[in-house]
């Protein structure tokens, strides 16, 4: 059983930075791959990036490429995700999700395990 709580959401401008943090409880967690999502209102739930459970591998949707940036520390039983130049098309509820082996990454229905989510809204 894995237990995910993000924190660090919030009321930025277009340019500025956030970073978001996802703990974790349960000790499976430092075997899953983790995922980060993220659901704008009237919007289905969208990738955005995604680390293997060592962190020598990650992906980012091409929306966010160069901007944001995933990273896992497994001694603290934590992945984050530093969001920078943000804009105001990142506003969206952010989640971050594991899995045992989650295939395709990109598709939330694979993800087993769901944090609450944590707003972020980019003013313009």
């Known amino acids: 059983q894995v237990q995910l709580v993000e924190s660090g959401g919030g009321l930025v401008q277009a340019g500025g930075s956030l970073r978001l943090s996802c703990a974790a409880s349960?000790?499976?967690?430092?075997?899953?791959?983790m995922g980060w999502f993220r659901q704008a209102p009237g919007k289905e739930r969208e990738f955005v990036a995604f680390i293997d459970w060592v962190g020598g591998r990650t992906y980012y949707a091409d929306s966010v490429k160069g901007r944001f940036t995933i990273s896992r520390d497994n001694t603290k039983n934590t992945v984050d995700l530093q969001m920078n130049s943000l804009k105001p098309e990142d506003t969206a509820v952010y989640y971050c999700?594991?899995?045992?082996?989650?295939?395709?990454?990109?598709?939330?229905?694979?993800?087993?395990?769901w944090g609450q989510g944590t707003q972020v809204t980019v003013s313009s």
């Open positions: 349960g000790r499976a967690f430092l075997t899953y791959p």
């Open positions: 999700a594991a899995a045992p082996n989650p295939n395709p990454y990109v598709a939330p229905s694979v993800y087993r395990y």
